[in-house]
């Protein structure tokens, strides 16, 4: 029937985006990661080349700036490399037109907890298009191990 594996699929992957949204949350609480202490992510690097590459995306999505060069860093800096290597064209900045300029470094655990439901479930369907004969259980652990990699989270929270 199909409307009762519809309603598996579904529950699966609500089972999913919270099981990864509890353990982000946990990882921001024991980090005391703003909503959970005062630590922002994007400030690693001193916010000298992370929160700039984002403020510059905000003020393209807003009309103050061109995508591929931005006068407001460095005396005149082209961001070609910087905005396609760190996938900082993507869908998921368009979360930019949401917010506020200022709230920029305080919304990163919001943008990067977006980032990484959307990377959970994109993997979920390709392992379960992949492997249709994979157990939930099996699958959930992989895409939770993958989500949670040294890997995803060092490179996702070095750009945002």
Avoid at 78 to 100: D, E, M, V
Wanted: net charge positive.
């Amino acid at each position: 029937t199909v409307i009762k594996k519809n309603r598996k699929t579904i529950l699966q992957a609500v089972v999913l985006l919270l099981s990864i949204t509890t353990g982000w949350s946990i990882i921001l609480l024991i980090k005391g990661i703003y909503p959970f202490g005062g630590k922002s992510i994007c400030s690693g690097d001193m916010m000298e080349q992370v929160m700039p590459l984002y403020a510059h995306v905000w003020d393209f999505l807003h009309g103050r700036s061109a995508l591929f060069f931005d006068w407001t860093t460095g005396l005149g800096n082209n961001l070609t490399g910087s905005l396609w290597h760190f996938s900082i064209i993507s869908p998921s900045s368009l979360f930019f037109l949401l917010i506020s300029r200022d709230y920029i470094e305080r919304s990163m655990f919001l943008f990067l907890g977006i980032r990484y439901l959307i990377t959970g479930l994109v993997f979920w369907i390709v392992l379960k298009k992949w492997f249709p004969d994979l157990s939930y259980a099996i699958s959930l652990a992989a895409v939770i191990l993958y989500v949670f990699q040294p890997f995803c989270m060092q490179y996702y929270l070095m750009p945002g």
